[in-house]
């Protein structure tokens, strides 16, 4: 039997919370949430790149100063989520990054880490 969330809520400035199909409950800080985020951006930036090098040479992109640098409570302000299909939860963070998707399983596994 597949575990699933029951109910999925956010806990204003702390994460979220989760209740399970199996009965039990998940709380996760928005640090452990944004520190994890699965999209492939923060995982290269974590080393975890699945790829050396493109099949395709991407041109290269000029690369401009950023003046604006956000905080850190801007970044671990969990600002919105939202369902993707049955499977993922979509997260909105203060500082507009929204590309991770954290599958159920995924979240599943971060309560148990």
Do not use: F
Request: aromatic share 6%; glycine share 8%.
């Amino acid at each position: 039997m597949r575990i699933t969330p029951v109910q999925i809520k956010r806990q204003e400035g702390a994460g979220i919370l989760i209740r399970w199909s199996d009965g039990s409950s998940s709380e996760l800080s928005s640090k452990v949430l944004r520190t994890a985020c699965p999209c492939a951006v923060c995982r290269e930036a974590r080393g975890e790149g699945s790829h050396n090098a493109p099949l395709t040479p991407q041109p290269q992109k000029k690369r401009t100063l950023s003046i604006v640098q956000n905080s850190i409570s801007e970044e671990l302000h969990l600002s919105e989520l939202w369902p993707v299909g049955n499977y993922a939860l979509g997260l909105r963070w203060g500082d507009g990054h929204d590309t991770g998707l954290y599958t159920y399983d995924y979240l599943r596994e971060l309560t148990n880490c």
